[in-house]
């Protein structure tokens, strides 16, 4: 199975910081026929369902916010809050989907400076 | 809005069997294109995909839980359902289904998800 390390396990930043969450595969996640990274990345908050905000590593789900982004390729990953808001509270875990069966890191967990 | 929702015993003995039902609303679970998984979450710990199911009753498992999982589909009930047999103390997770979506059954990822239950093995 293919291993997803995030780092870090936590971090706060103050209100319109900037956050960065890095993801890192035990293999290449990129296909070299299309040009994809099968990475997904999602939120998840207490009570609350996982969201996805972030496939094919770059790819914005709809409805979520422009201060997500999510870049890198082969097997180096970044999910960026440009400017945290106080409803960004939550941990956040990224996915590959390169191969079954599909592995998630352990998540990071975001909280408030 | 695609809602989903878990339903099933919170506790099961060890050596049985736990049974979990998916409901899902503001989609129909016939749709082409998607396929119905079901994620677990140790205690403390990340997330593990257990497996996912399409309309038509194909399935796909995590090779680590092959022998124990099965999988099914109810279109007329819009449910899809998990059977985890001989179950121990290393079962203990919170359960989550999710509608998964992507590039063929072998690449997806899940865009919508339950709330989760969690599930107890203890005597």
């Known amino acids: 199975d293919i291993v997803m390390t995030q780092s870090p396990d936590s971090l706060a930043v103050s209100l319109g910081e900037r956050a960065t969450i890095t993801c890192k595969s035990s293999q290449s996640l990129s296909y070299s026929s299309n040009n994809k990274n099968f990475l997904a990345w999602y939120q998840h908050k207490p009570g609350q369902p996982p969201k996805l905000l972030i496939y094919w590593a770059s790819t914005r789900e709809s409805g979520v916010p422009d201060r997500f982004s999510g870049s890198g390729s082969g097997t180096d990953f970044t999910l960026t809050i440009s400017s945290l808001q106080a409803e960004d509270v939550a941990v956040y875990f990224c996915?590959?989907?390169?191969?079954?069966?599909?592995?998630f890191g352990g998540g990071t967990k975001v909280e408030i400076k | 809005q695609v809602q989903l929702q878990e339903s099933g015993p919170g506790l099961v003995k060890p050596l049985q069997t736990l049974s979990l039902t998916c409901s899902v609303s503001?989609?129909?679970?016939?749709?082409?294109?998607?396929?119905w998984s079901w994620i677990r979450q140790h205690p403390g710990k990340g997330l593990e995909w257990i497996g996912h199911t399409y309309y038509s009753g194909s399935t796909w498992y995590n090779p680590s839980l092959k022998s124990r999982v099965s999988m099914s589909v109810d279109t007329s009930k819009n449910q899809f359902s998990l059977r985890l047999t001989s179950v121990t103390a290393a079962d203990t997770a919170v359960y989550y289904c999710a509608r998964d979506r992507g590039n063929g059954y072998d690449n997806t990822w899940s865009d919508y998800w339950g709330q989760g239950t969690l599930v107890t093995v203890s005597s």
């Open positions: 503001g989609d129909s679970i016939s749709n082409v294109g998607y396929y």
């Open positions: 996915q590959q989907f390169y191969t079954t069966p599909p592995t």
